[in-house]
C-alpha cells in the first residue's frame, strides 16, 4: 500500500505497543510519523516479533513481552475504518466528530444506541401502522374532518 509501519519494538526499558505509518515522498523522504490509537497492539506490547501484513491487518508472531518471550502471535488493524453515523430508515452517513481518548470513544456508543434504538421504534411504528390499516385510515379521515372544520369556521 506504499507505507512504511513501526510496530511496537523496545524503548530501552520496556516493549511498546504503538503502531506508527509514514508514506514517503516520490524522492524518499518522510515528512512525518503518524499515529492512532486504534490501530495499536492489543494490552501488552511486544519486541522483536517477526511481522506480516495481510490485508487491512499487520500480525506479529513471536518475539518478546513484559512477560518475557512469546509464542503468540498479535494483531493490529492498520486501517480502521473512519467514524460515522447512520441516519434514519435511508442510510445516509454523516462523519462522527473526532473526540480523543476513553470519552469519544463512549460517546460513540451512547450515540450508536441511540440511533439503533430510535430506528428500532420507527420500524415497530411501520409494522403497527401495516398491520392496523383500518384505524390508520380512521385516524387519517377523522383529521380531514377536524382541517375541514377548522376552515369553515
Known sequence: NGALYAIGGSDGAAAQRTVYWAVPTAAGDIAEWKHLDVSDLPATGLAGGAPMILGPDAILVGGTTAGGVSAASLRANLAPEAPFF????????????????????????????????????????????????????????????????????
Open 86 to 153: 447512520q441516519l434514519g430508515l435511508v442510510g445516509a452517513t454523516v462523519p462522527a466528530l473526532k473526540i480523543d481518548g476513553e470519552i469519544g470513544q463512549q460517546l460513540g456508543y451512547l450515540n450508536a444506541n441511540t440511533i439503533g434504538i430510535v430506528n428500532f421504534v420507527i420500524f415497530v411504528v411501520i409494522g403497527w401502522a401495516f398491520a392496523h390499516k383500518a384505524q390508520i385510515r380512521e385516524w387519517v379521515e377523522r383529521r380531514r374532518r377536524e382541517r375541514e372544520l377548522k376552515k369553515r369556521t
